[in-house]
């Protein structure tokens, strides 16, 4: 099985950029507001599923699951899509991210 990492969501994410160019405009530093604020909403309809639905259903029926993974998909569609706003690459969010964890696994 392949690994599925940040370098091919981003193609994958510069492909449907590219397709619906002409209609949703360039990936601006200007739209970096309004592709986070839209990032939220999908982290609530994330949050609506959890709430509602709740973890047994979410861990045991399949369609549910299927919701909640599919929202959680438009989370990092979203995440991705900030990450090429403003031009980072998936080594410096590596980079970062495990120098947050060396922190995180020495603060208390």
Known sequence: MSRF??????AI????????REKWGELTPEKGASYL???IVEAGEVADIVKKEGNQEILKNPETRRRFVEELCD????????????????EE????????????????
Not at 5 to 10: A, I
């Open 5 to 10: 990492g940040f370098e091919e969501m981003q």
């Open 13 to 20: 994410q510069k492909e449907l950029q590219e397709k619906y």
């Open 37 to 39: 604020l839209w990032m």
């Open 75 to 90: 989370v990092m569609m979203y995440f991705n899509d900030l990450m090429l706003i403003y031009g980072i690459q998936p």
């Open 93 to 108: 969010l590596e980079s970062v991210y495990r120098e947050k964890h060396r922190r995180n696994m020495s603060r208390w």
